[in-house]
Every structure is written in structure tokens, then in C-alpha cells.
């Protein structure tokens, strides 16, 4: 069975400091690996996924994602966190094969706090 | 282009009653996903479906049916509902199973009282 963790509830960082939301999944075989972002009272929105390639993977809004398969861990980044960027983020792997390769499992998810 | 959307967006029901959730799709996806988002324990999926007629059991299918009779639309039953379904509710579409994101919809929050 494939499972995601998100050790962290809650993240808070200083507006213009560097933030790290982390996760870590276990999977059969090769992952897919997803973020996803949610703002209060919204469905979920894509920013950014690793399926193969570079580690360094870069999403939307300036954010990116390093994968390192040693670890079994896909950590967000932000050189630099805005306030606009408080909200509830998500982790989430899909397995490339096998019966679950339709199934993407999400995290418990980060809340992050950025505070002015 | 609307994208995903789902209705109703809020609703209550009594323990017992019986309601359904619709979720339509515009981007002429094939996958459609219903997930459940309970607090602390992210989203779990419900039920998806690979294609127009088909249907699949997710992590938590108990107490729920659905049906695609049509491409874009993706519906969620409750035959009885239950306090615990109390959740908010996702549709989410996406073009393959792969490495293609999903599109989620708003959300419809459900009370079961």
C-alpha cells in the first residue's frame, strides 16, 4: 500500500524568510509526486508534481520541490515566503504501476502560516 | 471554461435521509474522482472512474455509490447517510491515471445531523 506523512501540522515562517514543508511517502516502485495547495473555502490546486528527471522540480508561485529517492521524501521550498502564501498544503504519490496506478494518496496536510 | 464544479455547495441532512452530490467536468477528461476531506487525515478517495460507464472502489467506498452515465458528469450517492459522513466533499478530474495532475472542484460541505 502506498501512504504518504506530512510530520508537520502546522509551519510558521517570517514574510521574506525561506520556508520548507516536508513530506515523505512510501510507495512500490517508482512514484509520481504531487503538491497540491488549499486557500479557505477552495477546492484543491495544483503546483507542482515529479515524474521522472531532474530532482529539483519547479511549480507555480515560485515554489519547487526537491525529490530525493535515498530519503523516500519530496519537500516543498520557498526562497521566499509571502503572506499571500498562508494556507493548507498537500503531498501526494500515485504508484506507476500496479492496481493502484489509478489512486493518487494524499498527506494529512501542513497548514503554513506567514506572518508580516 | 468552468472547469469542475459541484452541486449542491452545502447541505444538511438527517440521519437516514438520502441525497446526491453532482460533479460536471468541462476539460473532457476521462478520469473522475470523488474524495472525502475530514480534518487531519487529508483527502481519501471514495470512488473514481476510468472512462464514461465505468466506476471503481477508492480507500473508503462504504455507504457510497456512483455513477458516469455521461463523460463529464460524475455523480456521488448516499443511500442513508450517517453522522459520519459529516465531511466535505471533492470531485476532482484529470486527462490520464499518469503523471497528469488533477482538477478539483469547490467542495460541497455535508452535514449529517
Known amino acids: 500500500a502506498q501512504s504518504v506523512a506530512q510530520p508537520e501540522d502546522q509551519v510558521n515562517v517570517a514574510e521574506g524568510n525561506p520556508l520548507t514543508v516536508k513530506c515523505t511517502y512510501s510507495?512500490?516502485?517508482?512514484?509520481?509526486l504531487f503538491w497540491y495547495v488549499q486557500y479557505p473555502n477552495r477546492g484543491l490546486q495544483f503546483l507542482l508534481k515529479?515524474?521522472?528527471?531532474?530532482?529539483l522540480v519547479k511549480g507555480s508561485y515560485g515554489f519547487e520541490a526537491e525529490f530525493n529517492k535515498s530519503q523516500t521524501s519530496f519537500h516543498l521550498k520557498k526562497p521566499s515566503a509571502l503572506v499571500s502564501d498562508s494556507a493548507l498544503y498537500f503531498c501526494?504519490?500515485?504508484?506507476?504501476?500496479?492496481?493502484?496506478?489509478?489512486?493518487?494518496?494524499f498527506g494529512g496536510g501542513t497548514r503554513l502560516m506567514v506572518k508580516p | 471554461n468552468a472547469g469542475v464544479t459541484q452541486t449542491p455547495k452545502f447541505r444538511v441532512l438527517k440521519t437516514g435521509q438520502s441525497m446526491t452530490l453532482l460533479c460536471a467536468q468541462d476539460?473532457?477528461?476521462?478520469?473522475m474522482y470523488w474524495y472525502r476531506q475530514d480534518p487531519g487525515m487529508g483527502l481519501r478517495l471514495i470512488h473514481y472512474?476510468?472512462?464514461?460507464?465505468?466506476?471503481a472502489k477508492g480507500e473508503v467506498p462504504d455507504g457510497y455509490n456512483v455513477s458516469r452515465l455521461k463523460k463529464q458528469n460524475f455523480l456521488l450517492g448516499l443511500e442513508s447517510a450517517a453522522p459520519s459522513q459529516t465531511s466535505v466533499y471533492f470531485c476532482?478530474?484529470?486527462?490520464?491515471?499518469?503523471?497528469?495532475?488533477?482538477?478539483f472542484g469547490p467542495g460541497t460541505r455535508l452535514t449529517v445531523l
Open positions: 515529479y515524474i521522472t528527471g531532474d530532482n
Open positions: 510507495v512500490s516502485g517508482n512514484p509520481y
Open positions: 476532482a478530474s484529470s486527462r490520464s491515471a499518469g503523471g497528469g495532475e488533477q482538477f
Open positions: 476539460m473532457n477528461h476521462e478520469y
Open positions: 472512474s476510468v472512462g464514461e460507464g465505468t466506476t
Open positions: 501526494a504519490v500515485r504508484a506507476l504501476t500496479g492496481n493502484a496506478g489509478n489512486m493518487l494518496t
